[in-house]
Nanobody, 125 residues
Framework: VQLQASGGGLVQAGASLRLSCEAS?????????MAWFRQAPGKEREFVAA???????YYADSVKGRFTISRDNAKNSVYLQMNSLKPEDTAVYYC???????????????????WGQGTLVTVSS
């Protein structure tokens, strides 16, 4: 299994970025819950957003209304559209996947089986 994240970069506060994660080896892809987590320097990893096989979406309070997670099952890909970026969004963003994760565990990284390598997002003030 490989999760290849891309789309990070350096932007100014208020800008937008779109992260992509292409999965290989997840069969069938549409049966997996996909999620994004992030880890800022010196901080613990935190949940950002998740999308279930049903299409239901879940967000951390800190990004609700600014970030949108989506998936394209035909392309085995998940996306994170990030708008109105803030300096506190600066982090390495990780794509992750799990097939059997239950709803109550969606926000807990230890319950996900597969992780990508991460993509760095830096937001300057």
């Amino acid at each position: 299994v490989q999760l290849q994240a891309s789309g990070g970069g350096l932007v100014q506060a208020g800008a937008s970025l779109r992260l992509s994660c292409e999965a290989s080896g997840l069969t069938p892809f549409n049966s997996y819950t996909m999620a994004w987590f992030r880890q800022a320097p010196g901080k613990e990893r935190e949940f950002v957003a998740a999308i279930r096989y049903s299409g239901s979406t879940y967000y951390a309070d800190s990004v609700k209304g600014r970030f949108t997670i989506s998936r394209d099952n035909a392309k085995n890909s998940v996306y994170l559209q990030m708008n109105s970026l803030k300096p506190e969004d600066t982090a390495v963003y990780y794509c992750t996947a799990d097939r059997g994760i239950i709803l109550s565990s969606l926000r807990r990284g230890e319950y996900y089986d597969y992780w990508g390598q991460g993509t760095l997002v830096t937001v300057s003030s």
